[in-house]
């Protein structure tokens, strides 16, 4: 492990995307995003992306420079051709129009296609909620995670993210709608062990516990039956609105080579100020209720993260060496 | 069990709410709901309701004539002061308002607070997809879910319904965030029979799996601490649009005498035509896909309750007798 001050990491970052031709605005905030992955301990949304930025970027399916064409198709509905943009570049183009106009309207929506990773839907959430509004964000991804019963990967992993405003800090969700990622699945091949029954099938459709049999399979939805609908209403949902693709026909978010054909939708809604007193207290109230036995304490959502944070933006980042090598590579030879 | 007619059942129901005050329209929309759970397999949402509801009326926290009054605070934001109306009844104007003015803006949202329960969710996720819109539905519930890791009941069962129109028939979600509902409970309970280990804990916060003792528990959340963030996220965010009550301040959706203080959210968004035959074709392949090992085939949500309620339209309804008798009962009551 390499420990790395936050500003170096985020300075390297953005000075490879600089150099492959981002913009410094742009280059700024897709740094953000991996640097906030890594404080946050997501290290698979993190610095570990970045040479597929840069790969993706000089083999032309990601426009550096892009931030996405604004179609108003209702004075509250926003469709977006991020014109393969940097994915934060795009969402956070978007974001800025539909969070005004919901100043405005009390709800406002956009729906992207043709738009890059957009990494942790926290971010997104957090700072929504942060400025005082209600958010829900949600985007697929390529196939990983097969239907409840069902033998072969069809869906994505179809994350989502809310994020609601207290009388404290926002309060946020962010969760995949598999039972686990495929960065985990990976890890546990990296690592030589094994992974628990029912986490995934093999490329036939058994069950599996051999993590390497698993990558080349399918993952299961979390929460059976009822995790799959959620996936599968977000998959339906996200292409119904923002024309994305759908299933295996998913590309551009594991390739180097492949336009990115995903979706993503954002909702944001006028926050009711009125509430938020009444909302931290209820999350106080659950916060410290008893632990049941085997529990150290109830947590609420999103708050080791942010804990984890604020050590993190002292101590620094414990990114693995190879990542962080990969990081200082990418920043010199972008500067040659 | 008695098998009932389906107009049979829905006469003597609207009948009963009619005579215990009910408007023609109002009486016909709740039987409505009511007898669409029957139809759908969902007793626990069907004709068993009716008597709480005539008693809530007549003990004064129904009020069988009210409909809402409708505040728009934004031109796409509709705060509804349900004035404790039939739940179906307020959540019905509610939608009317708000779809025309999706079609307009392209989204827009409802939030009720003051109205009843409002049966099941699907009910209006699926009369809006087959609109053409796309819709998400949320309620919240008084407090039986316990938080992940926690002892106690601070969460309603929170239930989502999705509905996404498609080339076909409209795709539909509707399921709660706990991991079963306390009617299984009572259910396993009257058969005398055990509850899986996991389901719920006993009003010490211990696990349990005597369903007596976990009727005065708590139930678990589904999918785990997923499944948990995403029932706080809804009991959060419901609350903080509508002014609804939290955790276990939420009354009058489970007893004959409090006023009911729940919260109700809908978001419609103006759906894209344009993509209802891929998400036709989408769905087939996930319809068509070789099952897992123990499985006979994969299931596309709502489509078993859709063919089930085709089955009963012309059979009729298998009610229990019990729930029969008193549905008659309260029919002639009324009219004497």
């Known amino acids: 492990m390499a420990l790395v001050a936050v500003h170096e990491a985020r300075s390297r970052a953005e000075a490879a995307l600089l150099c492959a031709g981002a913009t410094p605005a742009n280059a700024a905030l897709q740094a953000d995003l991996l640097i906030e992955a890594e404080l946050r301990g997501i290290p698979s949304h993190g610095l570990l992306r970045l040479e597929r930025l840069i790969v993706r970027i000089g083999n032309g399916v990601i426009d550096p420079r892009a931030t996405g064409r604004h179609e108003w198709r209702g004075e509250g509905f926003l469709h977006v051709d991020g014109q393969n943009g940097l994915g934060p570049v795009v969402a956070d183009a978007a974001l800025a129009a539909i969070c005004e106009r919901a100043q405005r309207l009390g709800v406002s929506v956009a729906a992207i296609s043709a738009s890059n990773h957009i990494g942790m839907l926290s971010y997104y959430a957090e700072a929504v909620a942060g400025r005082g509004q209600v958010a829900i964000a949600l985007t697929t991804s390529e196939a990983l995670v097969h239907p409840f019963g069902g033998r072969t990967a069809l869906l994505g992993t179809n994350p989502i993210a809310i994020g609601v405003p207290t009388a404290n800090d926002?309060?946020?969700?962010?969760?995949?709608?598999?039972?686990?990622?495929?960065?985990?699945?990976?890890?546990?091949?990296?690592?030589?062990?094994?992974?628990?029954?029912?986490?995934?099938?093999?490329?036939?459709?058994?069950?599996?516990?051999?993590?390497?049999?698993?990558?080349?399979?399918?993952?299961?939805?979390?929460?059976?039956?009822?995790?799959?609908?959620?996936?599968?209403?977000?998959?339906?949902?996200?292409?119904?609105?923002?024309?994305?693709?759908?299933?295996?026909?998913?590309?551009?978010?594991?390739?180097?080579?492949?336009?990115?054909?995903?979706?993503?939708?954002?909702?944001?809604?006028?926050?009711?100020?009125?509430?938020?007193?009444?909302?931290?207290?209820?999350?106080?109230?659950?916060?410290?209720?008893?632990?049941?036995?085997?529990?150290?304490?109830?947590?609420?959502?999103?708050?080791?993260?942010?804990?984890?944070?604020?050590?993190?933006?002292?101590?620094?980042?414990?990114?693995?060496?190879?990542?962080?090598?990969?990081?200082?590579?990418?920043?010199?030879?972008?500067?040659?």
């Open 170 to 336: 926002p309060f946020v969700i962010d969760l995949a709608t598999s039972l686990v990622s495929m960065g985990e699945i990976h890890d546990r091949a990296h690592r030589g062990q094994p992974i628990p029954p029912g986490w995934a099938l093999d490329a036939h459709g058994e069950a599996t516990t051999d993590p390497e049999k698993a990558k080349a399979g399918a993952i299961a939805p979390f929460g059976g039956a009822k995790g799959y609908a959620l996936g599968l209403a977000f998959e339906l949902m996200v292409s119904s609105l923002a024309g994305a693709a759908l299933g295996r026909d998913v590309r551009g978010t594991l390739d180097d080579t492949a336009y990115c054909n995903k979706g993503d939708l954002f909702i944001v809604i006028e926050g009711n100020s009125g509430q938020g007193e009444a909302l931290s207290r209820y999350l106080d109230l659950v916060r410290d209720t008893p632990p049941e036995a085997g529990f150290d304490r109830v947590l609420i959502p999103n708050e080791r993260a942010r804990a984890l944070r604020e050590e993190r933006l002292e101590a620094g980042l414990p990114l693995a060496e190879a990542v962080w090598d990969k990081v200082l590579r990418l920043s010199e030879e972008g500067k040659r």
